[in-house]
């Protein structure tokens, strides 16, 4: 017992004393998962509004599988992001595998059915809300899109941090792909996995602490949103 | 029997939906001349298409014989056009908007300037006695209050016309003849051309310039009655002998409709 206090204490030293090493992983972290998610929006935003608003044989169909793509097994798609990008692989020419690159590349394929599904489901409940009055207004189904996402842009906002939610949490894609390279791809997550393993828990626990302050952070802001959102919507009821 | 312009004429309309249980008979044959400046009530049972021929007249349903124009247009045309706003049954406001928010969708959808957005929103509040609560939500307002505000939503680009699908109907009656008062004197002053859906007489004899009765299966215009009553209307015209005539025959329309069924 007398050890873990001393680790501890160690660790809040580390975070404290602004250690150079355990702040440069904070900032690769938060670099590679924001960079994910902004691609991730600008790809499942579009694509969400679409399936929310179209209507195409098949929609049912390709709505479910949106749906259950957002249950991705990060390992899984660190498996086919690395088939991807190896050297053998089809990407292999972009030289991407083991660079923070390779794993924006994997956590964004994890993020855009997250994003896009939020996004569908968000605007397809307000298209139902808005439809007649838009129509009476003579205002076309697609030409509608630009209304829906700008007045759900509260709940687009939680699925937006949803996704960095599920990035910024992640080890197994990114291990795989990015290769846990000291100073080139080491985030918080793959640095706490190696470093427990090595015994070193000071580091680990540092990481920990800070990872955990992200991520209660971003899902209290989630509840935070929502909670304000309801609360219109149940008073209007 | 002087009649202004036509603004709405409708000939030999035809609307048959297609339902799971066969085909249903919604609009047979109905005609009907509206002119610039009148107050236009709908009435008749669920079923006599009274809704599904506002619907018509706003392009948010294609009749299946017959025709229709607005302002010598097609209702699509006329809709592009901006000639009518369209009043739904429920006040439809948005719970994420303000009052302000929601009286703006309209103008922010046809481009309006900011300033001139704030300038029709202040207007229209001031149409429909709202002055003050702009800033507010919608669930701070009453349901009469809210109702008038989905009315100067109606009103913000200055719709020639206006068709109201039912807006009283979940209001309780005090609240109603308040707001049927109202309604009055904001058609005097604007001189718009308004087609109004109801199920209640007293309703439609106090406001309507014309009443057309309908009734179902299928969807007819039984009877259009001219209103003798004279445009001031106080609410207590509605115990004069005048106004008791006109909703007896309102009544008898109804009661002729029914008994076709039968």
Not at chain 1, 91 to 100: A, I
Request: glycine content about 10%.
């Amino acid at each position: 017992m007398q050890d873990f206090a001393q680790e501890f204490k160690s660790a809040a030293a580390l975070i404290l004393a602004g250690d150079p090493e355990l702040w440069a992983i904070v900032l690769l972290s938060l670099k590679v998962s924001l960079l994910a998610v902004l691609i991730a929006a600008l790809i499942g935003m579009p694509l969400g509004a679409a399936l929310g608003v179209g209507r195409f044989p098949g929609r049912r169909a390709v709505v479910i599988v949106l749906n259950a793509l957002m249950g991705l097994p990060p390992v899984v798609v660190g498996l086919l992001v690395y088939l991807m990008l190896s050297r053998s692989g089809p990407l292999g020419v972009l030289n991407l595998l083991y660079t923070p690159s390779a794993m924006i590349v994997a956590q964004v394929v994890l993020v855009t059915p997250i994003v896009a599904a939020l996004t569908r489901q968000t605007v397809e409940t307000l298209d139902a809300e808005y439809s007649e009055q838009l129509r009476s207004l003579g205002v076309s189904r697609l030409a509608s899109v630009p209304t829906l996402l700008w007045d759900s842009r509260l709940a687009l906002l939680t699925a937006l941090l949803a996704g960095f939610g599920r990035a910024i949490a992640e080890v197994g894609a990114v291990i795989m792909v990015g290769g846990n390279i000291n100073h080139v791809t080491r985030v918080m997550t793959t640095t706490i996995a190696l470093e427990t393993s090595k015994g070193n828990l000071a580091l680990a626990l540092a990481l920990g602490t800070i990872l955990i302050g992200i991520a209660v952070t971003v899902t209290g802001a989630v509840s935070l949103l929502g909670l304000n959102d309801d609360r219109g919507a149940l008073k209007h009821a | 029997m002087t009649r202004t312009s036509p603004v709405i004429e409708a000939e030999g309309l035809d609307l048959t939906f297609q339902t799971n249980d066969g085909p249903v008979h919604a609009l047979k044959d109905v005609s009907l001349t509206i002119g610039k400046g009148d107050f236009v009530s709908f009435i008749g049972p669920s079923g006599c298409g009274k809704t599904t021929f506002l619907r018509v007249m706003a392009a948010l349903e294609q009749p299946t014989g017959g025709s229709v124009t607005v302002n010598g247009m097609t209702p699509d045309e006329a809709r592009r056009s901006r000639a009518y706003g369209y009043v739904f049954q429920a006040a439809g406001l948005y719970p994420w908007r303000t009052i302000a928010g929601n009286i703006r969708l309209p103008l922010e959808i046809m481009g309006f300037s900011r300033k001139e957005q704030d300038r029709r929103v202040k207007d229209v509040l001031q149409l429909v006695d709202l002055e003050g609560f702009g800033g507010k939500y919608p669930w701070q307002l009453s349901g009469g209050m809210q109702q008038r505000a989905s009315i100067a939503r109606a009103l913000s680009f200055d719709a020639d016309i206006l068709l109201m699908d039912e807006p009283f109907g979940a209001l309780d009656e005090i609240v109603r003849d308040h707001l049927n008062e109202q309604l009055l004197a904001l058609w005097k002053r604007t001189g718009k051309t308004i087609a109004f859906v109801t199920h209640s007489i007293p309703e439609a004899v106090y406001l309507s310039t014309h009443i057309v009765v309908m009734s179902p299966r299928p969807g007819r215009i039984t009877d259009v009655i001219e209103s003798p009553l004279p445009q001031d209307r106080p609410l207590d015209i509605r115990d004069t002998a005048g106004f008791l005539e006109v909703a007896h025959r309102v009544r008898e329309g109804l009661r002729a409709g029914q008994s076709h069924d039968d």
